[in-house]
T-cell receptor, first 112, second 113 residues
Framework: EAQVTQNPRYLITVTGKKLTVTCSQNMNHEYMSWYRQDPGLGLRQIYYSMNVEVTDKGDVPEGYKVSRKEKRNFPLILESPSPNQTSLYFCASSLDGGDEQFFGPGTRLTVL | GENVEQHPSTLSVQEGDSAVIKCTYSDSASNYFPWYKQELGKRPQLIID???NVGEKKDQRIAVTLNKTAKHFSLHITETQPEDSAVYFCAASWGGGADGLTFGKGTHLIIQP
């Protein structure tokens, strides 16, 4: 089954404790992206990747890091989480940047 | 970069009536315009999309229209049903664009029984 998976689905953590949210797709998509969703603000892009070892900043990259060592995986790293990073995070993938994006199930993160 | 404005933020219609959600975009190079539906607690899912070489596309009760000159596109839902209640997002992109999709802020559609 073609899908995008994320883990964990829910996470409660404390300020400053490094965390990683994993994202994996099995559709051989070249393009992958991370979004955060906050009430009234819609979906805002954090980082994106056009291919292996190619990543770039989206609209709200501060406080986040990503890596793309393999085509299928695109983890999101928060080196020192802060309460303003409490949000719902979605990973997405597509054939290219201008095509239908398939979303993962989301990760609800709370930073205390 | 691209900027997408979406209106209204909330739309309440009677079951069976039509609903229209409108979006405008800023980058005249954009040529791909998808619409996503997000039910409560779920991920966004594509419901319909249109590319700039056509002005209208229909799929059963939903349709999208595109006016490239005015840089706006709209989602039309006819004969609304309770299961249409959700948040709808429009987006814009230029094909092959590295930036990917730029989303509007979303419209919460409420279907009143």
């Amino acid at each position: 089954e073609a899908q995008v998976t994320q883990n964990p689905r829910y996470l409660i953590t404390v300020t400053g404790k490094k965390l990683t949210v994993t994202c994996s797709q099995n559709m051989n998509h070249e393009y992958m992206s991370w979004y955060r969703q906050d009430p009234g603000l819609g979906l805002r892009q954090i980082y994106y990747s056009m291919n292996v070892e190619v990543t770039d900043k989206g609209d709200v990259p501060e406080g986040y890091k990503v890596s793309r060592k393999e085509k299928r995986n695109f983890p999101l790293i928060l080196e020192s989480p802060s309460p303003n990073q409490t949000s719902l995070y979605f990973c997405a993938s597509s054939l290219d940047g201008g095509d239908e994006q398939f979303f993962g199930p989301g990760t609800r993160l709370t930073v205390l | 970069g691209e900027n997408v404005e979406q209106h209204p933020s909330t739309l309440s219609v009677q079951e069976g009536d039509s609903a229209v959600i409108k979006c405008t975009y800023s980058d005249s190079a954009s040529n791909y315009f998808p619409w996503y539906k997000q039910e409560l607690g779920k991920r966004p899912q594509l419901i319909i999309d249109i590319r700039s070489n056509v002005g209208e596309k229909k799929d059963q009760r939903i349709a999208v229209t595109l006016n490239k000159t005015a840089k706006h596109f709209s989602l039309h839902i006819t004969e609304t049903q309770p299961e249409d209640s959700a948040v709808y997002f429009c987006a814009a992109s230029w094909g092959g664009g590295a930036d990917g999709l730029t989303f509007g802020k979303g419209t919460h559609l409420i279907i009143q029984p």
